[in-house]
């Protein structure tokens, strides 16, 4: 796996901290930094995710990707599945996440809470990268809702 990350500040773009990421299989993210007050320069412009951002939104896409395939394969019928992720960042650098909350709706017609628990917890335990990575820092908590589809 590989991805390129480039500058494009140097570019005159409007951003001064904004950056184009290019992954292997061909996909491109835009990334900025938030803006800052004191020293505008050294600032982005809010024009896209933060970086950090982006590894939580990674984070979720592997455990949700992780929990749909998990019920599918245990032949249940899953109509949707979102996951509402929360975090805390260290005070100081490296501003680390310490705590990470991921609250898991999902939506499935006759599909036991203890399927989608055991699903979440088997992404977390031994299936999602992201998250078993980030837990080396952080605390990570799940919680969890199933709807009953129409």
């Given at each position: 796996m590989?991805?390129?990350?480039?500058?494009?500040?140097?570019?005159?773009t409007?951003?001064?901290?904004g950056?184009?990421?290019e992954?292997?299989?061909?996909?491109?993210v835009?990334?900025?930094g938030a803006?800052?007050?004191?020293?505008p320069?050294?600032?982005?412009?809010?024009?896209a995710?933060?970086?950090m951002?982006?590894l939580?939104a990674g984070?979720?896409?592997c455990?949700?990707?992780?929990?749909?395939?998990?019920?599918?394969?245990?032949?249940?019928?899953?109509?949707s599945c979102s996951?509402?992720i929360?975090?805390?960042?260290?005070?100081?650098?490296p501003k680390v996440f310490?705590k990470?909350?991921?609250h898991f709706?999902?939506?499935?017609?006759?599909?036991?809470a203890s399927?989608v628990?055991?699903?979440?917890a088997?992404?977390h335990?031994?299936y999602?990268?992201?998250?078993?990575m980030?837990?080396?820092t952080?605390?990570?908590?799940t919680s969890?809702e199933?709807?009953e589809?129409?």
């Open positions: 590989e991805c390129t990350v480039t500058w494009t500040g140097a570019a005159g409007r951003s001064g901290m950056f184009v990421a992954t292997g299989s061909g996909h491109i835009n990334m900025d803006p800052d007050t004191a020293k320069e050294n600032g982005g412009q809010n024009l995710p933060r970086p951002e982006m939580l984070t979720g896409g455990t949700a990707y992780d929990v749909v395939l998990i019920l599918k394969r245990g032949r249940h019928d899953v109509r996951v509402k929360s975090s805390e960042r260290a005070e100081t650098d310490t990470i909350n991921m709706t999902v939506t499935a017609k006759g599909v036991p399927a628990e055991r699903a979440i088997m992404s335990d031994k999602c990268s992201a998250s078993i980030l837990g080396k952080a605390e990570i908590t969890f199933v709807l589809a129409a």
